[in-house]
């Protein structure tokens, strides 16, 4: 005779905490994410104001210098632009492991007849 197999209760504590830091670190990385975006967002608005703000002559600014802050502005942007490639490139394998991890939990929350959610 064969005995059914069993999950010991402390095993699935360290499930849980694993599953909960994993969750922190992609929010983390989101969350930096998108503030990065907004940056660029907020870069690239100050571009289109200097250059409606130049046209209009709000701007006091010769064609050389105006050129040359809409050079810097944009070469913030494409570092910004890096950063954000780079920082998607290490939230995909973490979001992976998130959905693995947390399936894990789940399923051997419910073997074990434990609410995986907690109500």
């Known amino acids: 005779m064969t005995s059914s197999p ?6 699935l504590e360290v499930i849980r905490a694993q599953r909960d830091a994993i969750f922190s ?3 983390d990385l989101s969350e930096k994410i998108r503030d990065m975006a907004a940056a660029k967002g907020r870069l690239q608005a100050d571009i289109a104001r200097m250059l409606h703000d130049a ?13 040359r802050k809409k050079q810097a502005l944009e070469a913030q ?14 939230l995909e394998p973490l979001s992976e492991r998130r959905q693995s991890i947390g399936e894990l939990f ?3 929350a419910n ?3 434990v609410d995986p959610y907690g109500r």
Do not use: Y
């Not at 069993?6 to 095993?11: A, K, N, Q, V, Y």
């Not at 942007?77 to 920082?87: C, G, L, N, S, V």
């Open 25 to 27: 670190s992609c929010n």
């Open 55 to 67: 046209s209009q002559n709000i701007l006091r600014i010769d064609g050389d210098e105006l050129a």
């Open 111 to 113: 073997f074990m007849g």
């Open 106 to 108: 789940t399923n051997c």
């Open 77 to 90: 942007i494409r570092q910004i632009d890096a950063k954000i490639t780079q920082m998607r490139a290490e």
């Open 6 to 11: 069993t999950i010991d209760p402390g095993r």
